[in-house]
């Protein structure tokens, strides 16, 4: 429907993601970043190097992922691992997560957060990245991929409160892809659409307050 191909969804999120993170927690450090959900690494490396990230851990449920992220990259400085062998010790400066709560069922999410809370440091940020339910073309798109067959979306507000209570500030709430690529000519206005829940997805960014 956007007639974009996955590369430039994956790359926008993570140039959005340092914009915001630039702005609003520039005390971010750049020592170790978690790509959570990571999949076959599509946005891992490309994450690790935008950021300049000395090390990068690629996690995710899926083992089968995981061989292929793994076969995918010559970089040193990537490492995957599934979630349940991964030990979180608060070592991380950012946990970057897109597309992966709708996939948790709603009980285990707060399990999820508490999760990555433990991964990050005092002061880490927490990039997540989700579909907005009040988007009609995502429902249309979700239906048509048999991978999303068992998703429930998370409205932002939920996301909002999940993070709350899970230990983290909000920072920032903002929605982004709103036009296709047939009406490129019109996104650059998008920046000042983005307080409104109109674009494909949403993106939070919050930071961990305490232990």
Sequence with gaps: MSGED????????????????NKVAPYCGRDKVIDFGCGIGTASELLQQTFGFKALA???VSSASLAIAGGRFNNPNLHFETIERYI?????????????????????????VAYVHAALKVGGVFA?????????????VMKAIPFDSDAQMVFP??????????????LQLRFFFIFPKALAIFRFVE???SLLPLGAQYQIIAVKETR
């Design 58 to 60: 690629g996690l995710d």
């Design 128 to 140: 997540l990245w989700e579909n907005n339910p009040w988007n009609p073309g995502v429902h249309y």
């Design 191 to 193: 920046p000042a659409l």
């Design 88 to 112: 979180p010790s608060a070592d991380a400066d950012l946990v970057y997560c897109n597309g992966v709560f709708h996939h948790i069922v709603p009980k285990r999410r707060k399990d999820s």
């Design 6 to 21: 996955s590369v430039f969804f994956a790359t926008s999120r993570i140039e959005e993601t340092k914009k915001a993170v």
């Design 157 to 170: 507000r939920a996301a909002v409160k999940l993070l709350r209570v899970g230990g983290f500030k909000i």
